[in-house]
Structures are given as C-alpha cells and as structure tokens.
Nanobody, 121 residues
Framework: VQLQAFGGGLVQAGGFLRLSCAASGRTFSSYAMGWFRQAPGKEREFVAA????????RHRDSVKGRFTISRDNAKNTVYLQTNLLKPEDTAVYYCVAHTNYARLQVAPSLWGQGTLVTVSS
C-alpha cells in the first residue's frame, strides 16, 4: 500500500480543511488508517485513527469535537475533517497505516508524504 495525502493549506483560525489520503493497492480495508502530525520544532504526534471497516475511531484529546476521521473503502481513501482550527494545529499532517489498529497509534508501519496545514491567528 502506498499513501498520498493532500488537502493542506493556509487557513485562518476558526476555519476548516478536509485532508484526504489516497491509498494504492487492493487490500485497503485490511489496514487501520490514521493521521499523525509534526509541528515545527516538535516531535510527531498521533492525531486520529480508524479501523479497517470504519466503525471504530479514536482522536487525540486536543482535537476531539473539532476533527473527525473517516474512510471510504470503495474509494481507498481516508479523510480528516478539521474544523475550528487553531494556530497550534499548524503542522505537517501525515497519513499512516498499519494492519493492527492499536499498533497504528504508536508505531505506524506505513507513512505517506505530509501535507502542510498552516493556521493563522
């Protein structure tokens, strides 16, 4: 599986963006999918995860109620809807995958290239 993320950009605080990640291959539904991010000068951190059938999700506390992860297995795509963006959400966002939902959240096995989200105050 190869991952390609897009949808980042510059947005004002309070705005929204929809990040997408397209995956190649015919085993997409076998993978748990997720998003990590890395802010300038900081370590990468977990943002959100969704299991293979899309029924189970998890979001980090700081984005709960603002971000929503979802997936469309027919389109081999995972999404991250980001609402009420804050300057502290500024980061490069990475699409990730792992065959194990729990392991995905700490050590993804596959990484896509990042997409930059910049939130201005």
């Amino acid at each position: 599986v190869q991952l390609q993320a897009f949808g980042g950009g510059l947005v004002q605080a309070g705005g929204f963006l929809r990040l997408s990640c397209a995956a190649s291959g015919r085993t997409f539904s076998s993978y748990a999918m997720g998003w990590f991010r890395q802010a300038p000068g900081k370590e990468r951190e977990f943002v959100a995860a969704v299991n293979g059938n899309g029924f189970i999700t998890r979001h980090r506390d700081s984005v709960k109620g603002r971000f929503t992860i979802s997936r469309d297995n027919a389109k081999n795509t995972v999404y991250l809807q980001t609402n009420l963006l804050k300057p502290e959400d500024t980061a490069v966002y990475y699409c990730v995958a792992h065959t194990n939902y729990a392991r995905l959240q700490v050590a993804p096995s596959l990484w896509g290239q990042g997409t930059l989200v910049t939130v201005s105050s």
